[in-house]
């Protein structure tokens, strides 16, 4: 697989359009991060460590729904394997003018595009979430 984390939001993105409640990835340390960031903005129930059907270590994600309908409307990979995208704090993009949230890859940690203003820091733009 070559690209861990865009994998993770395509099964994410999968198991809201099939309505499921909790869908099942291969854990990372990066999945985890990104996961930490969802969570603290409110975009995912919660996440817990599992093993899946061989035994290898898993991330059992918890998806969130209100009033039936998904709460992510849309995730769009950012910086992909072959095209890395940078950006200093000056230019990491607000989507959906704040509402939504862009996942920083940054010397400091995986953390919100608020979050990366705040601590004055730019790097990878990973994602974005609406």
């Given at each position: 697989m070559n690209d861990p984390i865009?994998?993770?939001?395509?099964?994410?993105?999968n198991s809201q359009?099939?309505?499921?409640?909790t869908v099942l990835t291969p854990a990372?340390?990066?999945?985890?991060?990104?996961?930490?960031?969802l969570a603290s903005e409110g975009c995912i129930r919660g996440?817990?460590?599992?093993?899946d059907a061989n035994g290898h270590p898993a991330i059992e994600i918890s998806l969130k729904y209100y009033e039936g309908t998904p709460?992510?409307?849309?995730?769009k990979r950012v910086s992909k394997p072959g095209?890395?995208?940078?950006?200093?704090?000056?230019?990491?993009p607000q989507?959906?003018?704040g509402l939504g949230v862009s996942i920083v890859s940054t010397s400091k940690g995986v953390?919100?595009?608020a979050a990366a203003r705040a601590a004055n820091v730019g790097g990878e733009v990973l994602c974005t979430v609406f």
């Open positions: 865009g994998d993770m939001l395509t099964r994410i993105r359009m099939r309505g499921k409640s990372s340390k990066m999945r985890v991060r990104v996961l930490d960031v996440y817990e460590m599992t093993q709460v992510i409307r849309e995730m095209r890395r995208v940078y950006l200093g704090v000056d230019d990491i989507v959906r003018q953390m919100s595009d």
